[in-house]
């Protein structure tokens, strides 16, 4: 769209927005002209370098070697003046990075590598010299080292002409680094006749295919044939070969780490890997001690129990007959339905499963007449026992039963309101009875106040039936619903 259409004026754009409204002349792509001079002058001028003697620079700006103090000016000491340059870039020359470069000095990279080729050539036949020398004077028993020495110089030889080919069948892959990425130069392992991974199936809802990192962990082809498959998917060489092994170390370093183990995989992968197959070492040999002890202990039944001559020889003798339906008419017991609970299970020295013997209601064991379910079977020692124990039982609530018949109900005893035996001839006296109350209420006065206790107090224990029934009566009881109303 720079240039205007044939229908319009062609010596110029139309449109304001076509044309380079940012163009200017002055703008250069040039570079600097490094290490030209243009003037040598023939003595000292003012103004110049102190050091070096040109007019371009100062002397704190001066790269030569520094001039002594006093020393006169000749032509050799004054240096020429540098071409010195300005430019005013466009957009694309101040972003160039190869601008000012010159490819004719690459050719000096080159003859390096070359010279260090031919350097490398040239001390191979010297050695190859003198094997040749020390062949000769050993004898005919050096032929063989001989041929040797002629095999390795073959490999050299093709090594360096393999470092001469170009990067063929190499692709940059981009490194995951702190710093932002590096790239490393990484052998592409496909045939190029093969069929690309992300081209075995051009269904959208297919595998994922990951453009990135050239990656498919799915099958594309799930319904295929396996014989005929030669991609699995990722997660397949993920989960085979040697990446379990590496997954099952990965794991074991960090399990050791975690119980103060000072393993490192990254840091030491040698020492990893010699612990985890120690680990595995001492973890069978566990294994075969604790097996072992077991065995010793209750034996191997798999090995005492022989198998039936008819199944280890594939035949027998057994004659069975058939009728028209399939169904066995003579020469095999018909089988008992099986009940998915454990049959005839004897538990604690029993004989008899638990229900066998009824009584009472209740269940028990026939071998001993229990009806426990966790008792320990005594056998019919037990069962005499427990019929001596019924019998005392029965003896004994028999004699009770006869005894509490001739026992005579005992005479209720009338005790006193304060805890005594009533006597019969107990007669209280009303004045006695009135000045034990005035007494109680006057003790009961002195209690609530100690204020209006005496000094001299008179102490007499005796005590009346009167003194007795006043302390009943003015006895405060704390079930009484009415003890808030009583003065």
């Not at 070096?52 to 004054?78: F, S």
Request: with cysteine; net charge negative; hydrophobic share 30%.
């Amino acid at each position: 769209m720079s240039s205007a259409p044939w229908y319009l004026n062609a010596e110029r754009p139309s449109l304001k927005h076509q044309r380079k409204w940012k163009s200017d002349p002055n703008y250069t792509k040039s570079w600097y002209d490094r290490g030209a001079k243009i003037f040598q002058a023939d003595k000292y001028r003012k103004g110049a370098c102190e050091n070096c003697g040109a007019l371009t620079h100062d002397a704190k700006a001066c790269m030569e070697r520094p001039r002594k103090v006093g020393a006169k000016w000749t032509n050799k000491h004054i240096a020429p003046d540098e071409k010195i340059e300005t430019f005013e870039l466009d957009y694309d020359g101040k972003r160039d990075r190869w601008n000012g470069y010159d490819a004719s000095t690459y050719a000096r990279v080159i003859e390096r590598y070359e010279a260090r080729d031919e350097a490398r050539k040239k001390y191979l036949k010297e050695q190859q010299l003198k094997k040749l020398e020390k062949s000769d004077q050993n004898g005919e028993d050096a032929v063989s080292d001989e041929d040797e020495d002629e095999d390795d110089l073959r490999v050299d030889e093709a090594k360096v002409d393999e470092s001469k080919q170009m990067d063929f069948a190499k692709v940059e892959k981009r490194v995951r680094t702190t710093g932002g990425g590096s790239t490393g130069t990484v052998r592409n392992l496909r045939i190029r006749e093969d069929t690309a991974k992300y081209l075995l199936n051009l269904d959208v809802n297919s595998a994922h295919y990951d453009p990135k990192t050239r990656s498919m962990r799915e099958d594309p082809l799930p319904d295929a044939d396996p014989n005929e498959k030669f991609y699995e998917g990722d997660n397949q060489y993920r989960n085979s070969g040697q990446a379990m092994e590496f997954k099952e170390l990965n794991i074991h370093a960090w399990e050791a780490f975690d119980k103060g183990q000072d393993v490192h995989m990254q840091a030491a992968p040698s020492q990893a890997e010699l612990l985890y197959k120690n680990f595995k070492v001492m973890k069978e040999k566990l294994k075969s001690q604790t097996k072992d002890t077991i065995v010793e202990k209750y034996g191997n039944a798999a090995d005492e129990d022989k198998l039936p001559r008819e199944l280890l020889l594939g035949q027998s003798e057994r004659q069975v007959e058939y009728d028209r339906a399939g169904r066995i008419i003579k020469g095999q017991e018909a089988a008992l339905p099986k009940s998915k609970y454990e049959e005839d299970v004897y538990i604690n020295n029993h004989t008899t499963v638990w229900g066998s013997w009824w009584k009472d209601h209740q269940w028990g064991y026939k071998c001993c007449k229990q009806t426990i379910r966790n008792s320990y079977c005594t056998g019919a020692a037990g069962i005499e026992a427990a019929e001596a124990a019924s019998d005392l039982m029965k003896a004994n609530i028999a004699r009770k039963e006869a005894t509490e018949e001739d026992h005579k109900p005992a005479e209720e005893k009338k005790l006193a309101t304060w805890g005594t035996d009533i006597p019969d001839d107990l007669v209280l006296d009303e004045k006695l009875l009135a000045e034990s109350l005035k007494k109680e209420d006057q003790r009961k006065r002195e209690e609530k106040d100690e204020r209006k206790r005496k000094y001299n107090v008179r102490w007499n224990d005796e005590v009346t039936a009167e003194d007795m029934e006043a302390y009943r009566m003015k006895k405060v009881h704390h079930d009484d619903p009415m003890k808030n109303f009583l003065h």
